[in-house]
């Protein structure tokens, strides 16, 4: 399939280490954020969420992080592994149900 | 989470022709929504399909170019008219979204106008 993230900031990690990514997001407003996980050739699917009440919030082997004060995001991948492998997004409500995603990011995982 | 199916899957066009992208959801659902995504960049809101009524678009879109149509709670299209290569994209489809809930996308339809 094609490449979505041609003009994509990359990051490239060993297998089995973690992996951070990060997101400046636009809005002070918004409240709510998701990342997302697009492999080639797929939409992107949904990976882990966060309301602004929190911080932190973890599910299995990711982690999201929640700076307000900056307006930063970041997703943290627990050994990381070779499906990991996607372009990943960043995404907040600046409006309602309207989401603004961000640049991306391309993760390659290196074996 | 709901199943997305969109169709077709890719396909290569002539400028100045029209393609119809159709969106098929296997549940009922309230919010639907259509993305562009260019080569190597981001996904951009082009409009909220609304049940019923006209979608409504975002800053840049227009409804002449885009004409949408959402027909019940399962299904919307999106047409891309008098295409250029300009429009040569990634068209995705979503729907959710309701307070503090998640998008789901479909697969995208993968657009080339030579």
């Known amino acids: 399939g094609e490449s979505v993230g041609l003009h994509l900031p990359t990051l490239s990690v060993q297998e089995g280490d973690n992996s951070i990514i990060n997101c400046a997001y636009s809005n002070s407003a918004s409240d709510y954020f998701i990342w997302y996980k697009q492999e080639s050739g797929k939409g992107p699917q949904f990976i882990i969420d966060i309301r602004s009440n929190m911080d932190k919030r973890q599910g299995q082997r990711v982690t999201v992080l929640l700076n307000k004060t900056v307006k930063h995001l970041s997703l943290q991948i627990a050994a990381t592994q070779p499906g990991d492998s996607a372009v990943y997004f960043c995404?907040?409500?600046?409006?309602?149900?309207?989401?603004?995603f961000g640049a991306g990011t391309i993760l390659r995982v290196k074996s | 989470s709901a199943v997305i199916s969109q169709k077709p899957s890719r396909d290569i066009c002539q400028r100045g022709t029209s393609l119809t992208i159709q969106c098929q959801v296997d549940?009922?659902?309230?919010?639907m929504f259509w993305y562009r995504q260019q080569p190597g960049q981001s996904l951009t809101l082009i409009a909220t399909?609304?049940?019923?009524?006209?979608?409504?678009?975002e800053s840049g879109f227009v409804i002449d170019k885009f004409p949408i149509s959402r027909p019940n709670l399962t299904f919307s299209t999106l047409t891309v008219s008098n295409m250029s290569p300009e429009d040569s994209s990634i068209y995705l489809c979503?729907?959710?979204?309701?307070?503090?809930?998640?998008?789901?996308f479909g697969d995208g339809t993968r657009l080339s106008i030579l």
């Open positions: 399909a609304n049940q019923g009524s006209e979608a409504t678009y």
């Open positions: 979503s729907v959710g979204g309701s307070v503090n809930q998640p998008q789901h």
């Open positions: 995404a907040e409500n600046g409006d309602g149900n309207k989401l603004v």
């Open positions: 549940s009922q659902v309230t919010m």
